[in-house]
């Protein structure tokens, strides 16, 4: 009997023990961030605004990854395929110190289209977005896979009318 529960014991905690280190992020020396960036025309009916974005190839996209001081220890980018789709890589150690990918920023840099090149801050392309949870962990892949950013046309970009002060904005 008491062998039993002994093993029940030891079985319960191997379990345990494994769980712990599925749940644990991966080490590794690269992490990449993943999305696409696409062109929204105003001017289209509903339907088509919705389900009509085309993508832009050769944007350009930045991530700016701060330290616990909020300074920037690093600047990555990468420019949009065919699909419109980028994935920036970064280093997750910076002179030696592990780098936390929740400080962490990713936005719009810029459009080579002639006709849609105003950023949007749908999604947060324009201000830029902090990276929260990878959706991707797997031996040594981490991979923080966001939605779309959005470029839109000068004939649909409205003014700012907001009063609030310039310094208060991140513009990482």
Not at 104 to 121: E, F, G, K
Request: net charge negative; glycine share 6%; aromatic share 8%.
């Amino acid at each position: 009997m008491g062998a039993h529960i002994l093993f029940t014991a030891a079985a319960a905690l191997l379990l345990l023990a494994s769980s712990a280190t599925a749940t644990a992020t991966p080490e590794c020396d690269i992490f990449h961030v993943t999305g696409s960036v696409l062109c929204q025309e105003c001017g289209e009916g509903w339907n088509e605004w919705v389900n009509g974005a085309n993508p832009i190839q050769g944007s350009k996209v930045s991530v700016t990854c701060l330290d616990e001081r909020s300074r920037v220890v690093q600047y990555a980018s990468d420019l949009t395929d065919e699909a419109g789709n980028f994935d920036v890589a970064c280093n997750r150690y910076v002179n030696g110190k592990k780098l936390n990918p929740q400080n962490c920023y990713v936005r719009l840099v810029s459009s080579p289209d002639p006709i849609c090149n105003v950023a949007t801050n749908f999604a947060g392309g324009k201000t830029g977005v902090k990276l929260h949870r990878p959706n991707v962990m797997y031996r040594d892949i981490l991979k923080y896979a966001l939605g779309s950013f959005y470029y839109t046309t000068p004939m649909c970009d409205e003014p700012d009318t907001n009063d609030q002060d310039d310094s208060e904005q991140n513009n990482y």
